[in-house]
């Protein structure tokens, strides 16, 4: 029952660094994207994917990248991390139209 | 674009008391879904209701309930008795079928809720 995994838990960058967030889910789920909740703010929409080779911005994509190679994995890529991109990242898929969101732990990722 | 507005930003409550956190979103979909999430201190998000624009009959599970009215364009959620293990950070969500997918959903900034005894 592993439902949605993001690696790492915590994360600390310099700017100027560039990572990857993991993201893997093994339900089979078509949609998957990717939130950054800050205080104050809610969760907001980064990219999305409605399928392997789909992917589309939300609302705050600038300084990140997708790609969906796979149905199972969704990685995020920080090209080069500045101390606004500190935030809580999660990682969500969903298996259709209007089901239920399912989120995988957060990365906590603080740049310094 | 759609929007979701949680005005309570921080409720406090008494073991026992109800209490109801409440929702009002825009779209301009006909079609549309809506969500409760629950975030606890630990962290996660735990999917707790999922609504369609076209059923708007309430719900009650437990000691939570719904209402969803579409006349106003809000979907509340009461807790009845509340519970220490209640508190946590609760989030109204909102998906529109015909210009959104599952995968993107619009967040309302959260409502903290405080249990104490």
């Known amino acids: 029952n592993a439902g949605v995994t993001q690696t790492p838990k915590f994360q600390v960058l310099k700017t100027g660094q560039s990572m990857t967030l993991q993201c893997a889910q093994d339900m089979n789920h078509e949609y998957m994207s990717w939130y950054r909740q800050d205080p104050g703010m809610g969760l907001r929409l980064i990219h999305y994917s409605v399928g392997a080779g789909i992917t589309d911005q939300g609302e705050v994509p600038n300084g990140y990248n997708v790609s969906r190679s796979t149905t199972e994995d969704f990685p995020l890529r920080l090209l080069s991390a500045a101390p606004s991109q500190t935030s809580v990242y999660f990682c969500?898929?969903?298996?259709?139209?209007?089901?239920?969101?399912?989120f995988g732990q957060g990365t906590r990722l603080t740049v310094v | 674009a759609q929007k979701v507005t949680q005005a309570q930003t921080e409720i406090s409550v008494v073991e026992k008391e109800d209490v109801t956190l409440d929702c009002v979103y825009e779209t301009r979909d006909t079609t549309y879904y809506l969500f409760w999430y629950k975030q606890p201190p630990s962290g996660e998000l735990v999917f707790l209701i999922r609504r369609n624009s076209f059923d708007e009959q309430n719900e009650i599970s437990g000691r939570y309930s719904w209402n969803f009215q579409k006349s106003t364009s809000s979907f509340n959620f009461t807790i009845t008795a509340s519970q220490v293990v209640d508190s946590a950070v609760y989030f109204c969500?909102?998906?529109?079928?015909?210009?959104?997918?599952?995968?993107?959903?619009?967040f309302g900034t959260g409502t903290r809720l405080q249990v104490t005894l």
């Open positions: 969500a909102l998906s529109e079928a015909n210009t959104g997918t599952a995968s993107k959903l619009t």
């Open positions: 969500a898929s969903a298996g259709g139209r209007g089901t239920e969101a399912f």
